[in-house]
């Protein structure tokens, strides 16, 4: 058996079966530990890897052909495959607590395995296209049936789409020159067309007008989704241009772009979530201002360092994005909106869930103790070691996530001194919440706990993880 049909088609077949299931818990049982099994199948038996089960050796292969084209999972994705698929699990389980399962978890299961596919695909300008493929199956997660699409999925769709011509235009241009640029005036039409995809996919400012329309129209669970996988693979994807034109990789002003790009999405995304007045809009700020965390650590010149920062920074970000949306969620199943003015004073009535709002958005700010903490300040020294006022723009933007944490946590506990303190919450929202945050809390008490499990992933990269 071979790799791709392990992490790719079989997730793809049984997101199919899910849709057939009657019951929505038997949906999330069955979805959380299909992906929980992916997932410790990587860990103990990785690509090109044999194990003895008693007299029995197991092998699974890395490659596997389709219409002529190479699709491979080495051993060097063994770890984004373990984390992958460990956070589908988190992020299914969660739906036990929200309902929209069957929504969910399907779609979820497909797009994960189609943005796997793309970094496993060869040549690897068809990623664009699973990434597409991936794009379009996210309108059925966002969206109920019969529901109109809102201004902010339109959106989403719309410029997610636009970047395929471009990264492709782009690709077909640079075919041929891999070592070094053999035409000046055709490698800069190709990084122009290159830059131009790559903003779309990445929405970086002012593309990223989608994020908090899309949460005042779609359900925030599936919305964090979202926010989680495709800012992931999208620069996973980046990277591997990078790695593959050495006059790319090596390029000053490519830093300077990475550098200025991810300072304008930190600055401005935090800067906007210091004055948002909805509790969803704060969070899609939130979420944009990550993506140009990790520019910021692709900008680095010690590209080690950097690459150990970006993928250092997903497990917190997924943990505190599943909080965020899990308690942004409970507060949608309950009222019509999540503006301040309805929320007012809800902490007396939902504790666990104001509590795991706040919390997920001290934790994305960089809060002492929380698991982006020890992260973001080696990123933040490191910019301080080129430049003071790029760090200090830095400090200005994690200003502003604290902001917006704080104002939330005002408008939320703002209530009259006579209505008692009760939860509201079901068991499962409680439990969530709670595991969620404690997660946040561990690894910011023990980062040097992920070191060992994060260290081989820049290997993904034949040259950048050099």
């Not at 090109?48 to 596997?64: E, K, W, Y």
């Not at 969803?280 to 080690?304: C, H, K, N, V, W």
């Amino acid at each position: 058996m071979s790799a791709p049909l392990v992490w790719i088609a079989s997730p793809l077949i049984f997101s199919a079966v899910l849709l057939f299931l009657p019951r929505e818990r038997w949906i999330t049982i069955l979805g959380t530990s299909f992906v929980a099994i992916l997932a410790g199948l990587a860990f103990w038996l990785p690509p090109d890897s044999a194990q003895r089960l008693g007299p029995i050796s197991l092998r699974i292969d890395s490659t596997f052909s389709l219409f002529g084209r190479q699709i491979s999972l080495t051993a060097s994705y063994q770890v984004i495959l373990i984390v992958v698929y460990g956070i589908a699990a988190f992020w299914f389980f969660g739906t036990l607590a929200i309902g929209n399962a069957r929504r969910i978890i399907p779609m979820g299961l497909a797009i994960t395995a189609l943005l796997v596919a793309s970094l496993a695909v060869t040549p690897f300008l068809y990623a664009a296209l699973l990434i597409e493929m991936a794009v379009l199956l996210s309108v059925p997660l966002l969206i109920s049936p019969g529901q109109k699409p809102g201004h902010g999925l339109m959106r989403f769709i719309i410029y997610q789409t636009l970047a395929m011509p471009f990264i492709l235009f782009a690709g077909f241009l640079l075919s041929g020159i891999e070592a070094g640029p053999a035409d000046v005036a055709l490698i800069g039409q190709a990084a122009i067309m290159l830059g131009l995809g790559f903003a779309f996919l990445l929405s970086i400012f002012p593309l990223y007008t989608w994020a908090p329309l899309l949460t005042e129209e779609s359900m925030p669970f599936a919305v964090g989704f979202i926010f989680s996988v495709f800012p992931t693979f999208s620069l996973v994807f980046g990277l591997s241009f990078l790695d593959r034109y050495s006059w790319l990789r090596d390029s000053a002003a490519l830093s300077t772009a990475l550098r200025l790009a991810g300072l304008l999405m930190v600055v401005s995304a935090g800067l906007w979530a210091a004055f948002q007045r909805h509790f969803g809009r704060i969070f899609a700020y939130a979420a944009m201002a990550e993506t140009g965390l990790s520019l910021l650590a692709m900008s680095l010149p010690d590209r080690q360092a950097g690459l150990q920062i970006l993928f250092y920074l997903l497990i917190p970000r997924a943990l505190a994005f599943g909080v965020w949306s899990l308690s942004l969620s409970v507060f949608k199943m309950e009222f019509s909106d999540l503006k301040f003015t309805s929320l007012k004073g809800v902490a007396r009535k939902f504790p666990f869930a104001s509590a795991g709002l706040v919390l997920a958005n001290l934790a994305i700010a960089g809060s002492p103790l929380f698991a982006s903490f020890p992260i973001r300040q080696a990123l933040w020294e490191k910019l301080a070691n080129q430049s003071i006022q790029d760090a200090l723009w830095f400090a200005l933007a994690s200003l502003g996530l604290w902001t917006g944490a704080l104002r939330a946590l005002a408008v939320l506990v703002m209530s009259p001194e006579n209505i008692l303190w009760e939860s509201k919450e079901t068991w499962s929202q409680r439990l969530l919440i709670g595991i969620g945050v404690l997660g946040l809390l561990t690894f910011g008490l023990f980062p040097q706990w992920a070191q060992p499990f994060f260290a081989n992933l820049p290997s993904m990269f034949a040259h950048l993880g050099k």
